[in-house]
Structures are given as structure tokens and as C-alpha cells.
């Protein structure tokens, strides 16, 4: 009979002791911040679906770049318009090559050549329309385009030869 009570005492105070450890791991360890991991789980979602979005308008950026090429590719790429394009392709002085850019998402950007005689600035509206235009190198090329504040979305661009 004694050792019916002792198992029994026993029993009890493990089931006890396990659903105290039980509730205390779920409640965030005893720190009192139970929904820290469930809020970064959350952020980690909606990143997520930030990442997705992106993956998607950079794809249709390309795709309408690629559908619009005719010439052979130089050099291509595309980023969050909030970003904007800072490239300085390697060109071949004197050679005239063919700048296409689309943008898509709302909004615009602005891109501007250096040196200015390479070609003239232009407005990229966010609205996957290509704009298209002939640019003669200089020794050393950079094409830079900025989003108009507010403007959200991917930029592409690529350089083909003529």
C-alpha cells in the first residue's frame, strides 16, 4: 500500500512539474514578451511578400526589355526604383549603342547621362512603357537614374549594341 501512495505521489508531481515547464516555454520563457516571436514571425511574412512583389515586377521589367531587343546585349539589370540605376558600362569610345529602360510599378524616375554629350536626360514613367535612345560612348560612361520621390517599383535597363 505504501508504495501505490509514493507511485502515485510520484506520478502526480511529474505530470505537475511537466506542465509547468510546458507553460512556461510557450509563454516566452517567463520574460514576459509572449509575442515576440510570433510579431517576428509576422515581419517575416510580410517581408516575404515585399520579396515576392519585387521578384514579380522585376520579371515583367525584363520581359519587356527582352521582348524590345534586337540588338546583342551589353549590359543589363534592374533595381527598386528607390534604389535607382548607378552603372558605368564598359563602352567602346566612339561606338553608338542603344539604352532601353522600362519601369514598372507608379511613379517615375529620372536618368541622366554623364558626360552630357554621351545623350540627352529623359523621364522613365513607372508604367511599362520602354524609353529608348542612342547613346554615342565617351571614354568613360555613367547612367544614373533616380525615382521622383514617392515613385515605388523596379527599373530595368539594358544596353545593346547597334
Known sequence: MTHTILRASLVAGAVTVSVLLLASCSSGGGDGDATGPASSSAGGASRDTADAREKKLTAEAQDVLAAASNGTKVEA????????????????????????????????????????????????????????????????????????????????WQIDTV
Not at 563602352?91 to 553608338?96: A, D, E, V
Not at 529602360?101 to 529623359?122: I, K
Request: glycine share 12%; proline share 5%.
Open 77 to 156: 539589370g534592374a533595381e527598386r526604383v528607390s534604389d535607382g540605376i548607378h552603372t558605368e558600362p564598359l563602352l567602346r569610345q566612339g561606338k553608338t549603342y542603344k539604352l532601353s529602360l522600362v519601369c514598372v510599378g507608379s511613379g517615375s524616375a529620372r536618368v541622366t547621362l554623364t558626360p552630357a554629350s554621351v545623350g540627352p536626360s529623359a523621364e522613365v514613367p513607372c508604367d511599362r512603357s520602354i524609353v529608348q535612345q542612342r547613346i554615342t560612348a565617351a571614354e568613360q560612361v555613367r547612367i544614373d537614374a533616380d525615382g521622383v520621390k514617392g515613385s515605388v517599383g523596379v527599373i530595368a
